[in-house]
């Protein structure tokens, strides 16, 4: 429905008068799984953060029973760090931008699913260790070496589609939802879309192109870019709207040039 050229959002217009939420639960890391469901009462607006603190100041399931509060990560709350993806309802997202009243209205009924991502090793509860992504950063030199910190005068002229360009890819926040969506990711020793698109992002950079060839050799090995295996998972599942299919596309074919003519720079 729209109204003067703009989209109305559809609105929960008969809310549950409680909500319940089922959790994967998991004492610590390579202990069993188990579910878990709590009811709190339901108030509009409400995210999927904001419930869990709900649960967490009365941990008491359905079923009466007083257990430990569900363990998850948060800090900006304004889905910027990243650090709270999980999978709610079977979908990979952040649980600080993901509200109530919209995830009732897609399932229809009165019940939330949270589970921790699949492809990182569980801590606990909804919490995951995600170090594995910053080793593949460190992997492709995903960083502008400095040489010093003294004045180096004004940097090189970047042209606005360039700078537009490099924006999109900066808007990475390291979450995991493209490698959580990814079919090769975790199986085997592929080093994701994530890791691919932060190359690319260094490579277009004027100072960045000093050490683009560091960076392209390590995306060549068994774990690199050729194991990918273009199931476009990714860029439907990254919530920055991050173009990975076009990095990666663009990298292959820098890697594919490289290969080829790179000798001749030697």
Same mark, same amino acid.
């Given at each position: 429905?729209?109204?003067?050229?703009?989209t109305e959002k559809k609105r929960l217009t008969d809310p549950p008068a409680t909500v319940k939420f089922r959790i994967q639960r998991r004492e610590?890391?390579?202990?069993?799984?188990?579910?878990?469901?709590?009811?709190?009462?339901?108030?509009?607006?409400?995210?999927?953060?904001?419930?869990?603190?709900?649960?967490?100041?009365? %941990?008491?399931?359905? =079923? !009466?029973?007083?257990?430990? *509060?569900?363990?998850?990560?948060?800090?900006? $709350?304004?889905?910027?760090?990243?650090?709270?993806?999980?999978?709610?309802?079977?979908?990979?997202?952040?649980?600080?931008?993901?509200?109530?009243?919209?995830?009732?209205?897609?399932?229809?009924?009165?019940?939330?699913?949270?589970?921790?991502?699949?492809?990182?090793?569980?801590?606990?509860?909804?919490?995951?260790?995600?170090?594995?992504?910053?080793?593949?950063?460190?992997?492709?030199?995903?960083?502008?070496?400095?040489?010093?910190?003294?004045?180096?005068?004004?940097?090189?002229?970047?042209?606005?589609?360039?700078?537009?360009?490099?924006?999109?890819?900066?808007?990475?926040?390291?979450?995991?939802?493209?490698?959580?969506?990814? %079919?090769?990711?975790? =199986? !085997?020793?592929?080093?994701? *879309?994530?890791?691919?698109?932060?190359?690319? $992002?260094?490579?277009?950079?004027?100072?960045?192109?000093?050490?683009?060839?560091?960076?392209?050799?390590?995306?060549?090995?068994?774990?690199?870019?050729?194991?990918?295996?273009?199931?476009?998972?990714?860029?439907?599942?990254?919530?920055?709207?991050?173009?990975?299919?076009?990095?990666?596309?663009?990298?292959?074919?820098?890697?594919?040039?490289?290969?080829?003519?790179?000798?001749?720079?030697?």
């Amino acid at each position: 429905m729209s109204t003067n050229g703009h989209t109305e959002k559809k609105r929960l217009t008969d809310p549950p008068a409680t909500v319940k939420f089922r959790i994967q639960r998991r004492e610590k890391e390579g202990a069993s799984a188990y579910w878990e469901t709590f009811e709190i009462k339901y108030r509009r607006n409400l995210n999927v953060i904001s419930a869990l603190m709900e649960i967490r100041k009365e %941990p008491v399931t359905v =079923d !009466g029973k007083r257990t430990t *509060p569900p363990v998850w990560d948060m800090s900006c $709350l304004e889905q910027v760090c990243g650090i709270c993806t999980m999978v709610i309802d079977g979908r990979v997202r952040q649980s600080c931008s993901a509200l109530v009243d919209d995830l009732l209205l897609a399932s229809g009924g009165d019940t939330i699913s949270l589970q921790p991502m699949s492809k990182f090793p569980n801590v606990r509860d909804l919490k995951v260790d995600r170090s594995q992504m910053f080793e593949h950063l460190k992997q492709v030199h995903a960083w502008i070496e400095l040489d010093g910190s003294h004045a180096l005068g004004p940097g090189p002229h970047v042209s606005n589609e360039l700078a537009q360009e490099r924006y999109a890819l900066s808007r990475c926040m390291t979450c995991g939802c493209c490698l959580e969506a990814c %079919p090769q990711y975790g =199986d !085997g020793n592929y080093i994701g *879309p994530q890791a691919i698109a932060q190359a690319r $992002l260094f490579n277009m950079h004027p100072v960045g192109q000093i050490t683009k060839e560091e960076r392209l050799d390590g995306l060549m090995g068994d774990d690199g870019i050729t194991a990918c295996g273009n199931a476009q998972n990714c860029v439907k599942a990254c919530p920055m709207s991050v173009p990975l299919t076009k990095a990666i596309y663009e990298t292959n074919r820098d890697i594919t040039v490289d290969a080829l003519f790179g000798w001749l720079k030697k």
